[in-house]
């Protein structure tokens, strides 16, 4: 009883800055949908930092309607990965979580994720979430699945967890970061990022809750089927990531990789 006690106490008590960073490139569809399921979560100590990458359209002034709630850096387009090194830059919090443009927050996303990395004093958070298909208007639940309680890197490069190597239901340790996001790399950047920062060993706490929305649509570079150069530094990305995998799920990586991009 005197633990239980205590850890709801630790609870009340909890309010660490949660810095969330956005990057948007023509965005003025989405990102006002974005902006607003942040400002609308029910934990209150977060800063939102969108990074304008040189949006042609009219993401800019959808942006500045909030520029109350929210902290706005713009620059010349250059990529996802610079945007977000730029943010990680200004970041305040002892938290850290990326969103994309298009996507949007549960309510109780962020407080959720901040009790249970606290609660389990792990260095990552991680939650369900869903698929949003733009274009059916249709929802997959993706949850969790925590097969044999793998080590971090075996869950993210697991195909069938849906732990993913993608960073956006992940609440993060700012302190943790060591290596920035690789800018000369815009396929796999992500998980480069993970493999660079974090070690199959790494602690990890799940949400088994669907609390983030992830929009699949179109206009995404990631789901487009069209040849884009840049598309060849998925194998830079990869000469730097294989090396650091556990050796003993090669097989499970493999399975991985085929079934990206």
């Known amino acids: 009883i005197d633990l239980i006690m205590l850890r709801r106490v630790k609870m009340k008590t909890i309010n660490k800055l949660v810095s969330i960073i956005t990057p948007v490139?023509?965005?003025?569809?989405?990102?006002?949908?974005?902006?607003k399921s942040v400002i609308d979560q029910s934990y209150d100590n977060i800063e939102h930092i969108i990074v304008n990458?040189?949006?042609?359209d009219n993401t800019i002034n959808v942006c500045r309607k909030y520029e109350k709630k929210i902290k706005l850096l713009s620059k010349e387009n250059a990529g996802v990965s610079l945007a977000r090194n730029l943010a990680l830059k200004e970041a305040r919090g002892e938290y850290v979580l990326f969103v994309d443009a298009d996507d949007w927050l549960e309510k109780d996303m962020c407080l959720k994720l901040v009790k249970a990395i606290e609660m389990d004093n792990a260095s990552i958070a991680i939650c369900a979430y869903n698929n949003f298909y733009e274009n059916t208007n249709t929802i997959e639940q993706c949850n969790l699945i925590n097969s044999n309680k793998k080590g971090f890197i075996e869950q993210i490069t697991d195909a069938n967890s849906n732990f993913g190597g993608f960073p956006w239901n992940k609440l993060i340790r700012k302190n943790d970061i060591k290596v920035y996001f690789d800018e000369d790399v815009h396929y796999y950047e992500n998980l480069l990022f993970f493999v660079q920062n974090y070690k199959n060993k790494t602690s990890y706490s799940i949400v088994n809750e669907c609390l983030y929305n992830y929009c699949i649509n179109d206009t995404s570079a990631v789901h487009s089927k069209k040849y884009n150069i840049k598309k060849l530094s998925s194998l830079e990305a990869l000469s730097k990531i294989i090396p650091l995998l556990p050796d003993s799920s090669i097989d499970s990586h493999k399975v991985f990789f085929m079934n990206s991009y």
């Open 25 to 35: 490139y023509n965005g003025e569809k989405y990102i006002e949908r974005c902006i």
């Open 53 to 56: 990458d040189g949006s042609t």
